[in-house]
């Protein structure tokens, strides 16, 4: 089985410029909590999370009628291809404690994203518990307006 079979190709996605307050509405409209940041042409330069929003821009007291998406995203995109493997997928997640990969074309461009809920869906079990087990480790990370 590969990312192909499982990941979401109908996406929401922004640019670096969104308002956050957009990125929050697109979140609420299309029932997601990540939203992959784009630059013209499709690729990916930040994926921005309702925690990003959360931790970086409303629990800091930030204005967020004046943010932008770029201010406040996660700017390390991990990516996966369609024909990566549903194992080496979950290792990517498990190692990088994600709960979504965005996933990307021959030519770097999103193309779709894999969430723990695509697989808990459709992928072996096996592989669905030891991401969820990864990614829920306590990391002791705080989230800063810089990472």
């Known amino acids: 089985m590969r990312v192909a079979d499982i990941m979401a190709t109908h996406l929401v996605s922004c640019a670096p410029e969104t308002p956050i307050v957009e990125v ?33 821009a409303v629990a800091e007291g930030r204005d967020v009628t004046g943010l932008q998406a770029a201010q406040v995203m996660s700017r390390a ?29 021959e030519l770097g461009v999103c193309c779709g994203m894999v969430a723990q809920a695509d697989l808990a869906r459709r992928a072996p079990k096996d592989d669905t518990v030891a991401v969820v087990r990864a990614v829920s ?9 810089n990472a």
């Open 24 to 56: 929050a509405q697109l979140m609420c409209d299309n029932d997601c909590g990540a939203i992959p940041v784009l630059e013209d042409g499709g690729r990916p330069v930040g994926i921005l999370t309702d925690r990003d929003i959360t931790c970086r």
């Open 77 to 105: 995109v991990i990516t996966v291809s369609p024909d990566t493997s549903i194992e080496a997928c979950c290792e990517v997640m498990e190692k990088n404690q994600l709960r979504r990969v965005v996933v990307i074309d």
């Open 137 to 145: 480790k306590p990391t002791g990370r705080s989230v800063s307006a």
